[in-house]
């Protein structure tokens, strides 16, 4: 099918596949009302992802009637379900059966200490015994030595040695042979594969496996034991031995683990997706992986992960992109949004996505959808971009949109012709496990990164050069250098210390083929090795035109190369070939098609990397005819360009923030569109409006008072710090608790009055001493959020809400705690019996807020004060809703104000404009016709002539919000935060914040609700 078409409504494998969290006890009826919910939003698959709180047994018969079900309900909208093959994460230990089958199994990290040797006997795990020089000793001469270096392993049991081929085989056997056996053949074809996520050699040390010693013996033909202190310390030819270790490591990494599982599901008909971890630099993905671009080809389809309101370091998709461009992967995943928030707009949510996009990615992996908002979920990374939010009828738009722009980009051809030779080796060179002792890696790193953002900046597109990859797949022809599908007429060095012998012998022919070799001249270092032999006077070094000035090798990169051109605008013809002729915020990229609509083309993408600042460029485009893809559209439109030069266009455009553009270029000539009409009068929001319509109102209530087996413990507490008091216990306990709330003379004592309250069955509930039904009437957003109606128990002023019910935990909860404390998959994997959480009232009130608000960055708002039911507000100002009596509204909310015009004033069009949205959507409505949606940057739109009519016209503005006020965190002392990880909703140290930093502030922090004028 030609692209064109394919992206106009793209199939479900280029539409987003989210990680789905099967986090509480699974019902296939609730399972398949998620997925038709899913599909209704654009939604074209699903990873079926164990997560914490899950209290059906991972890989049970319950288990799997809950994955097959699903399979059900995505065949019936032509849906693709996914495996995820872990309980938690990281990848690989298959909910703990892998390290139950012994030491060999479990992951190792080599430790190397200085010891009394009468110290010897009690050392465990012990490898081998040196003296103070490094030289090894026998075990006789060990024993006489007053004092010794030791080379040691210690264990983490919790997690598996990846290094291993035996530990991934019974992986393997666990989790993927048990998906195969469970499944029918029928439901075999529907699952499109498996995601894999984190799996990894160690976190931050050097990984020891009982298969090092024969392996590097095998590969090198030498013993590795009398080398091991070289790892440690500066002594011998330690660079050598360093760069050997870490290449076999990175190799038994590859064909130890990912290959086999790559294989298998080869050989099952299914694919293999999911991300390393720690990618971003040198130094973490050194401990982690080895190196991260080998990994990637045995990966169906390639990925990474990207974390916050924040773009990852580029190297992390640049690394992912030039590795799969040059193994012929054609679709790149990413795993996205985790940490952002529930706060988390479209507009952040665009600026996020497309930054990866023009750096490779084509396929979206939401993080996350939650099966439920119970307890410890919805502090599980949110937001969770799912069905409780009050924005998900808006979620089609941008699902669409994003696929679309993901098919043009994976159904193109790449072809870049720089490659950026990666220095991982350095690193391998220079890591000597010392703490803080490794700031020349990151010098290395830095650089690196900062070249390859450099190039990028000038426009430069490129890839990197992996050694491993170059030496798989790399061959020349002719003037260019051929790493596997991909062709490179100009190589770039970074500063770099370590080149392997086959990537110089490649070099070195590249060279004399007339290929163009440029370095930026290593300032940290006057050595270069090669396999880690020092080679200061290497011939290849004379056939590199060497650079002390970053500017004059990005001027001749941009000469050597094929830059696209983005300038700022009227900039001189000689401007637009130099680096300070380019416009750095705007990044872009470019795809080739032999077929595009009928007719061979290039399709450009560029993007705004600027999220609060437009900016306007002059992109120059070799064609003889232009058009533009409109994404949100899903079609080709016109787009207005002028012919500056023969063959040369020119498009000025104006990128709102975050904002993107799709241009086709063709080979032959294409009418230009027309200079847009531009409205001849402007439209003022007015200051109020009333309010015609809205969700119920909220008010969390996140402190109380609390007794533990009738001892009173706080006259005030928050909630999460009772409930990881009571874990301190380690035992069932009574408790009761005691929050109050106020209500004033205009309150409307007797109507409804819902408390919001997570499992209330399990609570005993009385309202000023009346007793109150436990009894679950509804729910409100989430079905963990269940509505109890207390309205004819409430009272003018104090009232008091008691809660007394029994504390309870299964014994696995409190040895997944102490487990935790070694290994992260213990708590990933943890789900709590009882949780001790906020609660919330719901209803028709107003919430005064008398006392003081204060603006903080990032545009939250603190408030210093009471909080007290009231009438319901009938108006409000749009500019500060959050403080018209709804600071914790989490909903949608109808606004109507008139609008007076003149007698022949309806003929004129307007543009009605506004400086900021803070809410996730904004629909207008000008007399009952919906003019706009928006719900990001720009914030403006035309109301064409006649739409208004003389005299009174009624403007109808509907704002939908996100859950962030309803759930927090509203008491961080920055705000705002843009990381949003568990840790941050607790006050004190706890299961969820073992390293705790948040600075706490018992004040509210609230997000803006409204449009600023």
Known sequence: MDPLQLAANPPAEYRPIPFWSWNDRLEVPELTRQIDLMNEAGIGGFFMHARGGLHTEYLSKEWFDAVKGSIAAAQKHGMQPWAYDENGWPSGFADGIVPQMGLAYQQKYLRFNEIDAADLAKTSNVIACYDLNGAILSADAAKVAPRLLVARFDVNPYYVDTLSLQATKAFIAAVHERYYAELSPAERKIMRGVFTDEPQISRGGIPWSFTHADEYRQAFGDELLPLLPQLFREIGAYEQTRYRFWRLTTRLFLDHFFKPIYDWCNEHQWELTGHLVCEETYLSQLTSNGAAMPHYQYFHIPGMDALGRRFPGLATPMQLASAAAQTGKKQIISETFALCGWAVSFADLKWLYQWQMVHGVNLLCQHLESYSLRGIRKRDYPASLFIHQPWWRYYRQFNDEMSRIGTLLAEGRISVDTLLIHGQSSAHLLFNAAPGGNELVNAYSNAFISLSSALEGVHVNHHYGDETLMEQHGRVDGAAIIVGEQRYRLVILPKILNLSSKQVQLLEQFAKAGGVLLAEQNDLSSHFYIDGVRADNAPLLKKIRFFADRDALLAAAMAAGTPICVAAPGSDKAALDTPAGQLGDIHATRRYFKDLGGKPAVLYYYVNNQRFKDVTADLYIPANGLERFDAELGRVVPVAYDNVADGMLRVQHRFAPAGDIILIARETPVPAAAPAAK?????????????????????????????????????????????????????????????????????????????????????????????????????????????????????????????????????????????????????????????????????????NTGGTFSQLDRDAIRYSGDFILSAPPTQVAIERIEQCGFPFFAGAMTLSQDITLQPGEENHSYELSFAKLFAQVAVFRINGRELATITRPDYAFTIPAGVLKAGVNTLEIELTNSLRNMLGPLHLEEGECLGVSPGVFYKDPGVFAPWHRVTWNDDFCFMPFGIKR
């Open 679 to 847: 409205p001849t009068h402007s439209l003022a929001l007015p200051d109020t409006f009333a309010i015609k319509d809205r969700s119920e109102n909220l008010l969390t209530l996140e402190y109380c008072a609390y007794s533990v087996d009738g001892e009173k413990k706080s006259d005030r507490e928050y909630v999460l710090t009772i409930h990881d008091e009571l874990l301190k216990l380690r035992r069932d306990a009574k408790l009761e608790m005691t929050f109050t709330f106020r209500t004033d003379s205009s309150y409307p004592l007797g109507q409804p009055l819902e408390l919001l309250l997570e499992r209330p069955e399990h609570f005993a509930i009385s309202v000023n001493g009346q007793a109150i039904s436990n009894q679950s009437q509804g729910f409100f957003a989430d079905p963990a959020f269940e509505r109890i109606d207390i309205g004819k128990a409430v009272v003018t002023g104090l009232n008091t809400i008691t809660l007394s019910t029994t504390f309870h935990q299964e014994p696995v909860v409190y040895q997944l705690i102490e487990a935790a404390k070694v290994f992260e998959s213990e708590k990933n994997r943890l789900a709590y019996n009882s949780e001790i959480e906020a609660i919330y009232l719901c209803g028709n009130f107003g919430v």
